[in-house]
C-alpha cells in the first residue's frame, strides 16, 4: 500500500514561487496535486502519468504551475510560479489507478497529509 508525504508548502508573496514535493514509498503510475481553501471543495491542478510523463493542468494553474517527476519515478514535484493570493490552499498529491479521470477526487485511493500554501 503506497505511501505519500509531501513537504515545499509555506508563506510568499503574490509573484513569488513555491515547489512542492511529493515522495511515494512505491512507484505510482498516475498521480495528481489538488487543493481545498477554506469553505471549497477540493480541486484539481495538475496531474502526471508517471510512465511517458504525460501531464494535465487546470486551466486556472496552466502556464503558471508545472509538475515533473524524478527519474526513480518515485517523487513528483509541483513548481509554482506566478502564484495569486487565489492560490491559497492546502495542497494534497494523490495516487490513483490509470485509467480514470485525473480531476475526480474520487478516482484516487491515496492521499499525502498536505502542506498549506498560503500567497499574500
Known amino acids: 500500500h503506497v505511501q505519500l508525504v509531501e513537504s515545499g508548502g509555506g508563506s510568499v508573496q503574490a509573484g513569488g514561487s513555491l515547489r512542492l514535493s511529493c515522495a511515494a514509498s512505491?512507484?505510482?503510475?498516475?498521480m495528481g496535486w489538488f487543493r481545498q481553501a477554506p469553505g471549497k471543495e477540493r480541486e484539481a491542478v495538475a496531474g502526471?502519468?508517471?510512465?511517458?510523463?504525460?501531464?494535465y493542468y487546470a486551466d486556472s494553474v496552466k502556464g503558471r504551475f508545472t509538475t515533473s517527476q524524478d527519474g526513480a519515478k518515485s517523487t513528483i514535484y509541483l513548481q509554482m510560479n506566478s502564484l495569486k493570493p487565489e492560490d491559497t490552499a492546502m495542497y494534497y498529491c494523490?495516487?490513483?489507478?490509470?485509467?480514470?479521470?485525473?480531476?475526480?477526487?474520487?478516482?484516487?485511493?491515496?492521499w499525502g497529509q498536505g502542506t498549506q500554501v498560503t500567497v499574500s
Open positions: 512505491s512507484t505510482t503510475y498516475c
Open positions: 502526471i502519468v508517471t510512465t511517458d510523463g504525460f501531464t
Open positions: 494523490a495516487a490513483r489507478r490509470c485509467g480514470g479521470s485525473w480531476l475526480k477526487p474520487h478516482e484516487y485511493h491515496t
